[in-house]
């Protein structure tokens, strides 16, 4: 994706790219740190890690331009999101979390590329692995 390609674009359509990237980027990240510290699970580790550095579009200041935190009209937290059980509970809740903001860039970037859409898709199955694999060690 090039400057030209974002600036014929709407903004809430950037603000969705922007606000997924940010989620599947964070959850991903919480589950690797988990498998890492928590788990000493290296070869996981590694596979979320790599995962997380393709889960990028550029243009990146494009993107963050049309950031708008304080008109995000569901930036409250929910109830389901303000208890967990335990660290597995908080693997578990992440790693759906970057699996649906996967699904929705790779939806939203049809409109765009199907070659960038087809990333998400991988990067989601991807993580549908990484997340059966660690539900039956």
Known sequence: ???????????????LWDA??????????????????CFDDESNAKKLKALRHKARLEPYLELLKTRDIEGDVLK??????????????????NIKRAQESARVLEESLKLLSSEEAEIFKQLRYSLYAIEKNLAVK
């Not at 059980?85 to 908080?90: D, G, H, V, Y």
Request: zero cysteines; aromatic letters at 4%.
């Open 76 to 93: 409250s937290t929910t109830k389901s999101e303000a208890f967990r059980e335990n660290i597995e509970s908080i693997q578990t809740a």
């Open 1 to 15: 994706m090039t400057d030209k390609d974002i600036k014929n674009l709407p903004v809430p359509l950037l603000r």
């Open 20 to 37: 997924n990237l940010n989620r599947l980027r964070e959850g991903i990240r919480v589950v690797e740190d988990i498998r890492r510290y």
